[in-house]
């Protein structure tokens, strides 16, 4: 089997299930933007497993097993409602980030100010992951006011981006890094 196919030569690429679409419709956008936060988060991975962050091997796991949801979530956003036969998320994968939101913020110490992203290199990168997330949240919202039923994909992304957030704290905790406090500007410009 060849990797490509010519079919999607045009602009247009195929549904799970059947049914073609653009390549510009807000579904394939939507997956997309999905595809790549997961994409990020590999990225994040390997920063992890290098010492940066993840010596307990489960926060990698765990971040492996969320790239393993996200796929399955993404299959689900590219296969029409009518065309499903297992729903990518249920309420215990929301529990689980939950649970591990609750975790982690038990370890850092209360947010009193924003922080900017940054830190160390494996927060920096769940930064950067959660910011992919929170656009791939705006894609299912889109979707979701078109009448799509993406209610669970929805809750999860947005229960991610959370879970990304705080995780980012607690790496800059475990390498010894302060938060970077943001600081408004004074009316000259300066910081």
């Not at 988060?41 to 996200?70: H, K, M, P, T, Y």
């Not at 656009?135 to 209610?151: K, P, Y």
Request: glycine share 10%; net charge neutral.
């Amino acid at each position: 089997m060849k990797l490509y196919t010519r079919t999607g030569d045009c602009g247009e690429t195929g549904l799970i299930g059947g049914g073609r679409v653009g390549k510009d419709d807000l579904r394939v956008a939507t997956y997309g933007e999905v595809d790549e936060l997961n994409a990020v988060l590999g990225f994040a991975v390997v920063a992890g497993a290098a010492g940066q962050g993840c010596e307990q091997a489960s926060w990698c796991e765990r971040l492996q097993a969320i790239q393993d949801r996200l796929f399955v979530l993404g299959a689900e956003l590219a296969t029409p409602a009518d065309a499903r036969t297992v729903a990518a998320v249920e309420d215990w994968h929301i529990s689980d980030l939950e649970s591990w939101i609750d975790e982690a913020d038990g370890r850092v110490s209360p947010l009193k100010q924003f922080v900017l992203p940054g830190g160390c290199e494996f927060a920096a990168r769940l930064h950067l992951a959660r910011t992919v997330c929170r656009r791939a949240e705006r894609g299912v919202v889109a979707l979701h006011r078109g009448g799509a039923d993406v209610t669970m994909p929805l809750k999860y992304l947005n229960r991610l981006s959370d879970l990304l957030f705080i995780w980012a704290r607690l790496a800059n905790v475990k390498a010894g890094v302060s938060d970077i406090v943001w600081t408004a500007p004074s009316r000259s410009g300066k910081r």
